[in-house]
Each structure stands twice: as C-alpha cells, then as structure tokens.
C-alpha cells in the first residue's frame, strides 16, 4: 500500500443507521471531534434519488451538531462549492448512483484537490467506498452505469461496509461477504477492510485508526484474512506481511 499524505484527514464510516439509533446517532461524537472548530459542510447527496428530501435529512442532523449543511446540487457552481469547502461530506445509498453522480458533475478532481490539501472528508457508506481506488467492493445492485468504476482515490485501500460474518447456522447457499471479497481479490491488488456496522476508520497524521467497539476483516492479496483489533492503526497491516495472532477462521 503506498504512503497516505499525512495532510490528508478522513472520517469513513460504515454505516449511516446503527440498529436502535437515530440517522448519524452512533457516529456523533467522532464527527464533532473531526470537523473541530470548523463550522459549515458542503453535502454530496447524489447516492439517493431524491437528493432535496436527502439534503433535508443531513441539514437537520448536522444542525442538531452546530454546522450549516449545503447540498452541492443546490449551488450554481458545484466546482466553486467545493473548492470553497471547509467540510466535505459525502452520504450513503446506491454506490453506482453516487459515483455517476460525482463524475456527470465533474466533481472528483475538485473533491481530491481539497482532501489532499487537509480539509476534512467525511464519507458513509457509499461514501467511504468511493473514497477509495474503485467502486469494486460495494454490494449494491448497478441501478445505473457510471462512465467509470474509477473512484475518488483519497486512500491505497478499498472499504466494505456493512461487512457481515459468515452465519454457520445459515441455509443460504450464495456466496457470503469474505467470498466475495476473496474473489475482488483474484482479480485486484488492493488490501479490503471489512469494516462492521457501528465501525469508523478515522484517517489522520498519516494514520488509519478503527473507532467503534468491532475489529475489523483485513483482507490481503495471496493470505489469509484476519482481525484487526479496535483502536489499532490499520496501516502496518495494509503495508507488509503480519503474524496471524489471534485470527478468525
């Protein structure tokens, strides 16, 4: 995995909604912690189809924290917005959708330029994929077709979120998450984190910390997948060869 610039600052969360909280409950604390003194965000809501009620939602939450929310698709110069943020905050849905979305509007330079020159990204979901190299590791159907699987590249790493163990008790016979992943991984190089729900990959300093109470599912081309221990940095682990201590079968 090659070097994260240590100007770069990303907060990559799993999941929008944990089960028994509110939209972004769970996720609070990190975010106020993240965006600082910092006061506006600017909103990427292109991963749901109806962006107005979408931009609502987020405007409400982010206002129960203190911070005014702009959608980009209420703006006249999407570019301009970005360039001008302080905050960028890219929400979940449909992966496929998102990244259409981001690319119809010529926003991926834009949003890289700004994250590369320290300003703060928030992603969920949908949005902590295409932070990413590609879109390759979302389970979302392909509802539309982006003109490229080609992501935002803000990290060396692709993200699963919402990532599920294999249940032993199952009959479901189709492929489970860590099959799948193992199969990016026959055809792509790039290490996976799955992350579970409730999970937070804060990306500071250089580093790329796991938040929440769950390890994480590392997953590396030609070895064994293994656990990542909450509150570790997963770089090391992305970077070179590790003993297998304490792994999951």
Not at 182 to 201: A, C, D, H, K
Not at 218 to 228: K, W
């Amino acid at each position: 995995m090659e070097r994260l610039e240590d100007a770069k600052q990303l907060l990559l969360i799993s999941n929008s909604t944990l089960h028994g909280c509110g939209y972004l409950d769970h996720a609070e604390g990190e975010i106020r912690d993240f965006v600082s003194v910092r006061t506006s965000v600017i909103f990427v809501p292109y991963a749901v189809h109806d962006r107005r009620a979408y931009a609502v939602k987020a405007q409400e939450r982010f206002r129960e924290m203190g911070l005014t929310l702009t959608s980009v698709h209420d703006v006249s110069n999407m570019r301009r917005a970005v360039e001008e943020a302080e905050v960028i905050f890219v929400g979940g849905g449909n992966t496929f959708r998102l990244l259409k979305g981001i690319h119809e509007h010529d926003l991926l330079d834009p949003i890289r330029r700004r994250v590369a020159a320290g300003v703060p990204y928030i992603g969920s979901s949908a949005g902590s994929i295409v932070a990413c190299p590609t879109l390759k590791t979302t389970k979302d159907m392909p509802v539309v077709q982006p003109p490229s699987f080609e992501a935002l590249g803000l990290v060396p790493f692709q993200i699963s979120p919402h990532y599920l163990d294999p249940d032993p008790s199952s009959t479901h016979m189709g492929e489970t998450q860590e099959e799948r992943i193992m199969q990016f991984l026959e055809e792509n190089e790039e290490p996976v984190v799955g992350l579970r729900e409730g999970s937070v990959l804060r990306v500071q300093g250089g580093a790329v910390v796991l938040k929440g109470a769950h390890s994480a599912r590392i997953f590396r081309l030609g070895e064994q997948p293994f656990e990542a221990a909450a509150g570790s940095n997963l770089c090391p682990l992305l970077e070179k060869p590790v003993v297998f201590v304490g792994r999951v079968a």
